[in-house]
């Protein structure tokens, strides 16, 4: 299959590529670099041993976008390319709403004009919003505090729009979980600028002793020992749920929302630990007030994606962290 990947230089996308290319299928990759470098993609390379074409591109540029399907056979499009980060989008909401709507628009108009009509598209957890009592199944209703979350809602209506009024489309919508880990080899892996805000990378700088100490932030939820839970997933396993998804695209119309979870929630000490337990670092940390916008208990119903894709996730909590570990420690973490 011959597949566009949109945003395939970032932290899942160069992920999703190592296994589309080790199954045998062709890759090209649409990435501006806005949160990526080229570097990432050569770690693809020297993974699979295998070369593709890459294009510096904006989604937000419609010609651009154009000339990628006017130059190469597309059979569908995994659509990683977004901003992310949820406090800057709240501090930055037109660059939010501009980037991650325009950019997808633009890319459905151009997929419409070339008749591909197969994609797989990156949601969120964070559609759940505030409301829902976990484990979170696909038909709870869908809500949203931040302009990132609301970018995601409104692509999935605009998907589901589109599919309805056209039924040739097919489309996923996958509902990512906390993606965490890192490709094995420690060659490609997530490497946020500046201070982390997410859980795993602000773990992995202060046992690198980059960073002085963790802050926990709460430690009085209503959870077995107080700090907030999550469904963290290793990046691996979230990648073969992309492969999968491509082949259930093949079989379906509409628009199907899909959870990419583990199941399994952990908390934040848990986190720690298990950290500590797989790499032998210390993790220093401290009890902090709780963060604007965190929600207890986070994680998947994943009966849905069992069902459809015949997909579960088989990576423990501990090679998550192992495997974060051996990538910042590969990439000159101090050690
Ligand atoms: P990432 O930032 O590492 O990757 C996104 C890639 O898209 C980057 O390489 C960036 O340069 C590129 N990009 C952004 N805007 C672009 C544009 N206009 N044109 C071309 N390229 C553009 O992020 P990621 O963690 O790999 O996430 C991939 C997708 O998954 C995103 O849509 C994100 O919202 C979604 N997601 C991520 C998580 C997570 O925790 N990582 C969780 C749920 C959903
Ligand atoms: C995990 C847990 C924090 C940092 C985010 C997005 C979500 C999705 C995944 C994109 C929480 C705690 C964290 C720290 C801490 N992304 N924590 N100290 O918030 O569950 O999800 O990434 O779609 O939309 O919101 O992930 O890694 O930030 O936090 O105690 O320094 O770790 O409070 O309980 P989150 P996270």
Redo the contacts with the bound molecule.
């Keep these: 299959m011959n597949v566009l990947v949109t945003g395939g230089a970032g932290y899942i996308g160069t992920h999703t590529c190592v296994e589309l290319l080790n199954r045998g299928d062709r890759v090209i990759v649409l990435d501006n670099y806005v949160n990526s470098s080229p570097a990432a993609l050569r770690g693809v390379e020297q993974i699979t041993g295998r070369t593709f074409p890459v294009y510096e591109a904006d989604l937000m540029d419609y010609n651009a976008v154009k000339r990628v399907f006017s130059e190469n056979q597309i059979d569908a499009v995994i659509h990683f390319a977004g901003l ?1 980060a ?1 406090g800057e989008s709240v501090s930055k909401p037109l660059d939010y709403y501009r980037n991650n709507l325009i950019g997808t628009l633009n890319l459905l108009e151009v997929m419409k004009e070339h008749d591909v009509k197969k994609l797989v598209f990156s949601s ?3 559609v759940y919003g505030m409301n829902n009592e976990p484990p979170f199944r696909e038909d709870m209703p869908r809500s949203t505090t931040n302009p990132y ?1 609301a970018t995601k809602l409104m692509i999935e209506d605009m998907l589901r729009d589109l599919c309805y009024a056209c039924k040739e489309w097919s489309v996923v919508l996958l509902r ?1 979980f ?1 993606p965490i880990g890192a490709h094995e080899s420690g060659l490609i892996g997530e490497n946020p600028n500046g201070i982390p ?4 990378p ?1 773990i992995v700088k202060v046992a690198a002793g980059e960073l002085p100490c ?5 430690g009085d939820y209503p959870t077995p020992d107080g700090t ?1 839970i ?1 469904d963290y997933i290793h990046v691996y396993d979230l990648a073969m749920g992309h492969l999968k998804a491509l082949e259930y695209l093949g079989h379906m119309q509409g628009a199907e929302a899909i959870n990419l979870g583990t199941g399994k929630g952990y908390s ?1 000490l848990e986190v720690v630990q298990a950290f500590e337990r797989a790499t032998g670092r210390t993790v220093n940390h401290k009890m902090a007030p709780r ?1 604007e916008g ?1 929600i207890a208990a ?1 994680y998947a119903d994943v009966s849905k994606a069992r069902e459809l894709l015949h997909w579960e996730a088989v990576k423990t909590l501990e090679e998550m962290c192992r495997d974060s570990w051996n990538f910042a420690a590969r990439n000159g973490a101090r050690q």
């Design positions: 992310k949820v969120s957890a964070t979350g990512y906390n805000n997410n859980l795993m602000y963790l802050s926990i932030y709460g907030c999550r934040v963060r965190d986070c």
